[in-house]
Structures are given as C-alpha cells and as structure tokens.
C-alpha cells in the first residue's frame, strides 16, 4: 500500500483517531527523519519531553486555544 493510499483511507476517519496515528507516526519516525529542531540543546529538548509528559498525564490542565486566542484578542485589541 502506498502512503497516498493510506491518507486516502485516513481521510474518512474520526479527527481523534487520525490526530492518534500522526503522533504515533511522529513517536515513532519524527527523529529518524530529522524532525527535531536541530537548532534546539539537549535541555530544550529535555524541558520539552517533560512538558509533553505533564501535558499526557494531565490533559485539562491546560488552556484551551480558544480561550488563550479570545484573550489576546481582548488584551490586544486583536479582531
């Protein structure tokens, strides 16, 4: 199967289960394909494989993109 047929079948798919394959994706082959900032040191790096683990115990922890958006828009004056 080529990798166009498998966008092709992904396409149908649930917006979670295709974001779940590209991370999967990304775990598994992002650094075998120099997807990792070069320009980044290894305590950069290190920072943010902690963030990300914090962020995947704690999932609603965070501010959602929405909100952090509508609150620079009404700090800044943004439309």
Do not use: C
Request: no cysteine; glycine share 10%.
């Amino acid at each position: 199967m080529s990798g166009m047929e498998i966008i092709e079948q992904m396409r149908g798919l649930p917006t979670e289960e295709k974001r779940g394959i590209v991370e999967q994706i990304w775990k598994e082959f992002g650094g075998e394909l120099g997807w990792i900032d070069p320009d980044l040191t290894p305590e950069q790096i290190t920072e943010l494989d902690r963030r990300l683990a914090d962020f995947e115990k704690n999932p609603h922890d965070g501010i959602p993109w929405e909100q952090v958006q509508a609150d620079l828009r009404k700090k800044y004056g943004w439309k």
